[in-house]
């Protein structure tokens, strides 16, 4: 390492090469305009966000209109569409793989949570560097590449004991773990609520079409048809629901043009409240059904139980954590680590304490990453592949109103049963 005789300059060199590390820290943006016209209509499931994410303007307002346009287009917020995963048999594979450690090393840069606290690991990092730029230049003296010792105006040094941090450490470690499991309980229980949307859909599409009575087979098929159109119908509204009224809007709209009747989706379009629409119109579908009215009362349970999952959508959606625990975590975490610096300035003995400002970056890049993960976790709907599930349940529910019983059709079966 080759030392400045001038300390002066020796500043100067640092504080120059601490402002264009800044610049570049800083300069993540996103590109102002979308360049993949096609990435709404692609199905973005478990992959890596690209070093230039698109964003999606699809919606019921303009994003001129958008109060909330910059954070909205941030790349935090963009790059969570690319977390909706959905794993098969390949993707566990991967997951497990011996060389997950290398890759997830790779991918760094692309990291959304890291590129999302980059402000807080600069503001750090600067605080580091005048540290030391004024304890070595301004304060002790510094030492040249020769063990030469330079004395400095001999100014109060900028530095704290370590041991409050230590003392305080374990108190910040609670807080960020109950703040994270908080998060996470709130994601495990809007995926279950919507695992068990798609159990009673499909329970209501087997029933509907094993237990319908209805001679005609022209009759059945419409009705039949209609059932699997309104299961379909209201996991796509919820999903729409929970979505921003800036984002989403023309492909949900697109979507019920191209499904159902022009009727149908004009009622769903226009209504207030989607989901309770698209619960009436699924209702009204098993109303339609030829059976026995205690068979009917069975699918009824499976829809009570659909709305019920919607309400516990709606709940953990207007109910963040409650805020008084989340600014307080936030506010200890910030003065902690802004802090931080000073503690750590007389650990680092050697070459000037220049070592100390990387290791108060690498210590600023993981601890806010914690808590950039619960802020991330906390609402989970956005990082759940909803639409991904909606037409699951759809296909699924399309398949099964095509299912016959083999023995009602098939003369030879259906006599030898009765022997």
Known sequence: MIYPQSSASFAL??????????DAVWAFTLPSSASSPDIAARSVIGSSPPSSLVVLESGSGTLEEDPLFDVRTSYIEVSRQYRRTRYTHDDWLKHRSPDRFLSNLAEFSTSGIYRGILKEVGTVTAIASAVVLWNVFLGEGWVDSAGVHHDTLGLPL????????????????????????????????ARKAWGLLINNSRNIARMGAAWINEPDEE???????????????????LARHMESPYTGEADYVADLRDRLDPEHADGLIQAAHRPNRALFDLATAVNDLSMHSLRRNEIDKSIVVLGDQKGASERLFSSPVPLFYTRHTARFLTVWMLLLPLGLYDSFQSMNHIGMIPCAAILALFLFGIEE??????????????????????ENALEMIQWRNVYDYDPAKREMDRM
């Open 13 to 22: 060199t640092l504080l120059a090469l601490a402002l264009r590390a800044g």
């Open 158 to 189: 900028l530095k704290l004991p370590l041991t409050p941090f230590t003392l305080a450490s374990p108190s910040l470690g609670l807080l960020l773990v109950f703040r994270t499991n908080s998060a996470y309980r709130r994601w495990d229980e």
């Open 219 to 237: 009759v059945r098929q419409r009705k039949l048809d209609r059932l699997a159109k309104c299961i379909w119908a209201f996991p796509r509204s």
């Open 373 to 394: 993960l619960a802020f991330q976790l906390e609402e989970p709907f956005s990082i759940l592949p909803l639409v991904g599930y909606s037409n699951t349940i759809g």
